[in-house]
C-alpha cells in the first residue's frame, strides 16, 4: 500500500497525531508548535509552545494535557495557554518528553528521553488525577510508544534505539511488569527497516508503528506477525493516528530533522501529513483523568 500526502507542513519533527472530536491534532516537536487540522474543511491551525513539545491529549476535566519539555501542562486551546500540572526529571535539563497515549484507567503513560539523543536517561512516567509516578521500565535512550492494548490490559513499549518492542503487563495500581520482548528488529532481513517511532494500538489489537529512516509504517498482529505495510515517499515516518467518520482513516505525521541538504532535495515532502486507509478501525476514544 502506498500512503497518500494529505496537507503541506514542512515539520522538522513531526510527531503526536491523534484524531479528537473530528479533527486530528499533532505537533512539531523542535519548533514548539501544536497544530490542529480538520479534514473536512482542510483548516489548519495552530498554537506556539512555551517549550519543545511531545503530544496532546483530550482530559475529562476541560482542555488538553500537553506534553511540554519539562513536564505534562494542561492547554487550554481557547485561550492557547499552557498551564504546568508536574515537573518532571527537572536534573537533566537535556530530556524532554517525547511519547504518550491514555489507559483504559484514564492515566496517561509517558516518555522521555535524550534530547541529544545519546545517554540512557529516557523513563517512562505515569500521569494519574494529577500524580506522577514511574512505571518501573529500565531507563532506555529514546522511549517511544507507549502504546495501550484496546482492552487496557497491556502497554507496548518501544525502545527506539534498540529497535526492539516490548510488551508489559499493566497492574491496577499502574505500574508496568517485567515484560516480554514482542517485536525485534535486528534480524538480516529486517537491517534496512529502519528504528521503530511512534505506536498506537487499533481496536483489535493491532500495534501500528512508524518507522523512522525506514520510509514506512507497519502493522502487527497481536501475536506479531506482520500484516500491513505501508510506503512513504519521506525516510522519516513517527506515527500514525487512526480517525474520520468510521475510525478507518489514517494520518500519519513525518519529519526533515536528520536528512541532509541532498536528502531533503529528493524528499520534498518531508515533514508533512500523509493518509491512508485501514481494514480494522480505531480503537474507543479514551480522556485523560487529569
Given amino acids: 500500500m502506498q500512503a497518500e500526502h494529505l496537507l503541506s507542513v514542512g515539520a522538522e519533527l513531526g510527531e503526536g497525531p491523534v484524531w479528537i472530536d473530528g479533527a486530528l491534532w499533532f505537533v512539531d516537536i523542535k519548533r514548539n508548535t501544536v497544530f490542529r487540522f ?3 474543511t482542510r483548516d489548519l491551525a495552530n498554537w506556539p509552545a512555551p517549550e519543545h513539545v511531545g503530544w496532546v491529549l483530550p482530559s475529562a476535566k476541560g482542555g488538553l494535557i500537553a506534553g511540554l519539555r519539562s513536564g505534562p501542562h494542561r492547554f487550554l486551546p481557547e485561550s492557547g495557554t499552557f498551564e504546568r500540572i508536574a515537573h518532571i526529571q527537572a536534573d537533566l535539563p537535556d530530556n524532554r518528553l517525547n511519547d ?4 483504559a484507567g484514564g492515566r496517561i503513560w509517558f516518555g522521555t528521553m535524550d534530547n541529544l539523543e545519546e545517554s540512557e536517561t529516557g523513563k517512562v512516567f505515569v500521569l494519574d488525577n494529577g500524580a506522577v509516578h514511574e512505571a518501573g521500565l529500565a531507563a532506555v535512550t529514546i522511549t517511544n510508544g507507549p502504546a495501550i492494548s484496546p482492552c487496557g490490559s497491556h502497554v507496548y513499549h518501544v525502545d527506539t534505539l534498540a529497535r526492539k518492542v516490548i510488551r508489559h503487563a499493566i497492574t491496577e495500581d499502574g505500574m508496568a511488569d517485567a515484560g516480554t520482548l514482542f517485536l525485534d528488529f535486528n534480524g538480516e532481513d529486517r537491517a534496512d527497516w529502519g528504528y521503530p517511532d511512534g505506536a ?3 481496536a483489535e489489537g493491532g500495534v501500528w508503528l512508524g518507522f523512522y529512516a525506514g520510509s514506512t509504517a507497519r502493522r ?5 506477525t506482520l500484516t500491513d505495510e505501508v510506503r512513504f515517499p519521506v525516510s522519516n515516518v513517527t506515527k500514525i493516528a487512526l480517525g474520520g467518520n468510521d475510525g478507518r482513516t489514517a494520518f500519519a505525521t513525518s519529519a526533515r530533522q536528520g536528512l541532509s541538504e541532498e536528502q531533503l532535495a529528493s524528499q520534498p515532502l518531508a515533514g508533512d501529513l500523509f493518509t491512508f486507509r485501514t481494514a480494522v478501525p480505531a ?3 479514551r480522556k485523560a483523568n487529569t
Fill in 38 to 40: 480538520d479534514p473536512a
Fill in 100 to 103: 504518550a497515549a491514555i489507559d
Fill in 200 to 202: 498506537i494500538c487499533d
Fill in 220 to 224: 502487527f498482529a497481536p501475536d506479531g
Fill in 283 to 285: 480503537a474507543p476514544p
